[in-house]
């Protein structure tokens, strides 16, 4: 699938550098393939959400990234749902070893605290080992019930890849969003 | 003897520490001493008991009482392996349970004494070879009796009572496809094959209506109407106007049926009726302005429940903010639809996720809980009946029999 690998996130770029996330999905929303997102109840937020990490803190090294990957409070982290990869051998936006990166994915707009941007987040989930289990987190700000599929995260969207077993979930900069 | 037997220890405590009644503390020692050193009453039975009988398994009696349910375990944590639990909410008994694969889904039906799990598998687990089917299940025994091969593309989702259904002729099993195509296939029950495939771009889920008749909803904010023939090919199709403002104040999908008619709930406390023929009916509030200000918002995985009667409840959350609507509730409200009135609100002992009602002479409110038990309640007055703890690692899902 690198073909639809290259083509889906190119594509993503060059639109997200150029317009706001609801003309994209105007535009594209029929193709527009999303993300991730399993559902974490919100008792499994409350676990994870807020309280005390059970994980060893993380940090992106980047005073402009702040937070902590591991958290589900984490910026970037507005809409997602699932098991975050960070936790699983992976960073926030990469998977964890052994596991495909789904090329089909929703986007969220996520306001970065420190530099004040809002940017464009694609929550890829990661495919092929069964569920990771560690740092539940689920957050469903801009979430649209299912017939909205593009702005969905209940959907697995381990989709275009070699299975459908979700392990976890990524949030992966596109680009500043332009209103 | 057994020095580790509580009995007897709480005795050896009494006599050391109860100096003041020493002697009948020795006195009831003694008793315990000789009941576990000899042989207990055996000249009452003289008798032993009979072997048992080998390699039974239960089977259940059909059909189902009313107050039947099962609850759906969606495996969060090994979503390969997942599961239904059969219980009844009367007596607080677990009667049995059907496996399942990756992001199942469930249907029943009594006239056929069937039960229908759809699931996705791999041949070597988490890879190999995929297989997508709907498993048909016995009532009688909950015995395999057929498993229908679907296309590889029954959409994968967290638990969704609109992913499947049965259409009202009970002729018809629909199964949703995301791929992220979207489409439904078609499966005959009687012949257990599937028999058509229907595009629906742009359009998700099923909401079966009368006869063969069913409406999706799609991303416009519009309803496709579709009516099959006795062969499961589309007989007539149409497409509604948009009536969901799906960008501020969306329909949940999650949603109940009453008579012929859909209601569904917006994430704002909005009712909306939906026709047999996927047209916009009534719409009103379910909210006072006082509630509104207060921030009430349905709320749950699935958040309505409906008796064919014209009650309807509904799921609710104090405080709701943007996203709160997967959050679990904390009250259940009752209406009555007809009049468009609510009847009362029902505080839950522990907050919702999901909620159904059972069709007995006093229906029973079914609630899946925050903490992954069964709560069942009087549906009417609500007042609190039992628990049924132990239901799975994430039970997301219960279903009355109907």
């Not at chain 2, 992913?163 to 012949?191: E, Q, R, W, Y």
Request: aromatic content about 8%.
């Amino acid at each position: 699938m690198d073909w639809l690998d290259k083509v889906t996130q190119q594509t993503a770029r060059n639109i997200a550098h150029r317009t706001s996330r609801r003309s994209f999905f105007a535009k594209f929303g029929g193709l527009l393939l999303g993300t991730a997102a399993l559902p974490l109840l919100p008792v499994a937020r409350a676990s994870t959400g807020g309280g005390e990490s059970r994980v060893p803190a993380q940090s992106t090294g980047n005073i402009q990234d702040p937070g902590d990957p591991s958290l589900c409070d984490y910026w970037r982290y507005c809409a997602i749902d699932g098991y975050l990869c960070s936790c699983c051998g992976g960073t926030q936006n990469t998977c964890p070893p052994g596991t495909e990166m789904s090329p089909l994915t929703w986007i969220g707009t996520c306001r970065n605290p420190v530099d004040g941007r809002n940017y464009i987040i694609s929550y890829n989930d990661c495919c092929g080992k069964s569920d990771c289990g560690r740092c539940l987190c689920n957050r469903n700000e801009g979430d649209k019930p299912i017939y909205r599929p593009q702005a969905n995260n209940d959907i697995d969207w381990c989709l275009g890849t070699e299975t459908n077993i979700y392990n976890c979930s990524t949030a992966v900069i596109l680009g500043v969003a332009t209103e | 003897m057994d020095n580790q037997e509580p009995g007897l220890n709480d005795c050896m405590k009494n006599k050391n520490e109860r100096l003041n009644d020493w002697a009948g503390g020795v006195k009831l020692c003694t008793l315990l001493l000789l009941a576990l050193s000899t042989p207990v009453n055996a000249e009452t039975f003289p008798d032993p008991l009979p072997a048992d009988p080998l390699l039974i398994s239960e089977s259940l009696d059909t059909p189902y009482p009313a107050s039947y349910a099962v609850v759906h375990d969606f495996g969060f944590g090994s979503l390969p392996d997942s599961a239904f639990s059969l219980v009844d909410t009367h007596t607080g008994r677990f009667k049995g349970m059907m496996s399942a694969g990756n992001f199942a889904t469930f249907d029943v039906s009594v006239s056929r004494q069937e039960m229908y799990v759809g699931e996705t598998y791999y041949s070597r687990g988490t890879r190999g070879d995929r297989s997508d089917l709907v498993t048909v299940y016995d009532m009688n025994n909950l015995e395999r009796l057929a498993e229908i091969e679907l296309p590889l593309k029954r959409a994968a989702m967290v638990v969704n009572k609109g992913a499947t259904g049965i259409t009202d002729s009970g002729k018809f099993m629909l199964v949703f496809n995301l791929t992220p195509a979207t489409s439904v296939s078609v499966i005959d029950l009687d012949s257990r094959k599937v028999v058509n495939e229907i595009e629906s771009p742009g359009c998700s889920l099923v909401y079966p209506t009368v006869k063969d008749d069913f409406f999706m909803l799609c991303g416009d904010g519009a309803a496709l109407f579709i009516s099959l023939d006795s062969s499961g090919q589309v007989r007539k199709q149409s497409k509604s106007q948009p009536f969901i403002d799906i960008d501020n104040d969306p329909l949940s999908e999650k949603s109940s049926k009453i008579g012929d008619t859909w209601f569904f709930v917006s994430f704002h406390g909005n009712l909306q009726t939906v026709s047999a023929k996927g047209e916009p009916l009534d719409s009103w509030s379910l909210l006072s302005n006082n509630e509104r200000s207060k921030g009430w918002r349905p709320a749950g995985w699935h958040w309505t429940a409906s008796h064919p009667d014209g009650r309807l409840w509904v799921g609710m959350t104090p405080d709701g903010y943007e996203g709160s609507h997967k959050d679990p509730a904390s009250e259940v409200w009752l209406f009555e639809t007809k009049k468009k009135t609510r009847l009362s609100r029902i505080k839950l002992n522990v907050n919702a996720i999901a909620i159904d009602v059972s069709l007995e002479d006093e229906p029973r409110l079914l609630v899946v809980n925050a903490a992954g038990a069964l709560d069942v309640y009087n549906a009417q007055t609500g007042k609190y009946q039992n628990s049924i703890m132990d239901l799975g690692a994430s039970p997301y899902q219960v279903h009355r029999l109907q």
